[in-house]
């Protein structure tokens, strides 16, 4: 069975500072991964995705991604968080075309002024 | 592209009635779609995947007479609560995959408040 673990339930930093936003999976063949992020009230924004080819994955609002197989994890990373990045932040996989995706418990990101 | 229209964003209803949640793709055919349900702060968790003319196939410990859905065409699926209880409020949310680069795209979700 494919799962997805998101293990901080919220990431705290600081305007201006790098943040990480921290993913593992577990699935059965090969994996396709997501990112997507939530607003209060909101449906989901798609951030990025690997399904394959580079390990680091470029998304929108200059975020990204790297896969990396060998400690099957795949940490949404951004150079510079700005305070409208606040928001919950959502790991999710699958393993075969067509079927849904699973998700992390999501990660909570507070950006401070 | 591929947008998902999802109607209504909330609504509140009395225990007992039964209320219709409709998930439309806008601008492409989703044979299939996902219903999911999110809890305050909490992950969205799959109740049941729906196919286009087919049975909805349901996650183990979703009530298949509770929350009925229906794909009946490429571009609508609905999910009905039916005997609504104040335990079933929550945030409902839909979702379809498209295109051969396996996107997923959302609808807005529906909060569903039952008093």
């Known amino acids: 069975a494919q799962s997805v673990a998101q293990p901080e339930d919220q990431v705290n930093v600081a305007e201006g500072n790098p943040l990480t936003v921290k993913c593992t999976y577990s699935?059965?063949?090969?994996?396709?991964l997501f990112w997507y992020v939530q607003y209060p009230n909101r449906g989901l924004q798609f951030l990025l995705k690997?399904?394959?080819?580079?390990?680091l994955v470029k998304g929108s609002y200059g975020f990204e991604a790297e896969f990396n197989k060998s400690q099957t994890s795949f940490h949404l990373k951004k150079p510079s968080a700005l305070v409208s990045d606040s928001a919950l932040y959502f790991c999710?996989?699958?393993?075969?075309?067509?079927?849904?995706?699973?998700f992390g418990k999501g990660t909570t990101l507070s950006v401070s002024s | 592209g591929a947008v998902v229209s999802q109607h209504p964003s909330r609504v509140i209803c009395k225990s007992g009635t039964s209320v219709k949640i409709e998930c439309r793709s806008l601008?492409?055919?989703?044979?299939?779609m996902f219903w999911y349900r999110q809890f305050p702060k909490k992950s969205l968790m799959l109740m049941a995947t729906?196919?286009?003319?087919?049975?909805?196939?349901?996650e183990q410990g979703v009530e298949k007479d509770k929350f009925l859905i229906n794909h009946a065409s490429l571009t609508l699926s609905t999910l009905t609560v039916t005997s609504a209880h104040p335990e079933d409020s929550s945030f409902y949310i839909c979702?379809?995959?498209f295109g051969q680069g396996g996107g997923y795209t959302f609808g807005s979700g529906t909060r569903l408040t039952v008093v």
């Open positions: 979702s379809a995959s």
């Open positions: 729906s196919n286009e003319g087919s049975k909805a196939t349901y």
């Open positions: 601008d492409f055919q989703a044979t299939t």
């Open positions: 690997y399904i394959t080819g580079d390990n």
């Open positions: 699935v059965s063949g090969n994996p396709y």
């Open positions: 999710a996989v699958r393993d075969q075309a067509g079927t849904a995706l699973i």
